[in-house]
């Protein structure tokens, strides 16, 4: 079976207008206007059941920041923000079946979405 490969899609700015599909881990937005929501997009044959995002510079990873899962051709938009200013978070998806997959350094001031796709 092949891997999983994880790419980055895109470093486009991403609108800042609200969706069904935005969800938050508890977390509080930073104050220096900049945009920090992503879309997560599952182009693998499987569910993706969680995401984890952890602040580069502090170690610990959050809670799962979606709500339900994200089903395989499809995409959530989430809002990745601790309150802190800090734009670098490392992210960690679990898929069903129970495999992990981690990607370090994202920058969620510049990521617009983050695609996770089958190569």
């Known amino acids: 079976m092949k891997s999983i490969f994880l790419a980055v899609a895109s470093v486009l700015a991403l609108a800042a207008c609200e969706s069904p599909n935005l969800t938050s881990s508890p977390i509080v937005e930073s104050a220096d206007q900049i945009s920090r929501r992503a ?13 984890r995002v952890q602040n580069a510079t502090t170690g610990q990873w959050s809670t799962n920041i979606l709500e339900g899962r994200i089903r395989r051709n499809s995409s959530k938009t989430v809002l990745i923000d601790d309150g802190t200013g800090q734009c670098l978070y490392n992210f960690q998806v679990t898929m069903e079946g129970g495999q992990t997959l981690t990607r370090r ?12 796709f089958r190569g």
């Open 105 to 116: 350094g994202l920058d969620v001031c510049k990521l617009a979405s983050w695609r996770i």
């Open 39 to 51: 879309e997560i997009i599952n182009d693998t044959p499987v569910t993706m059941l969680r995401v």
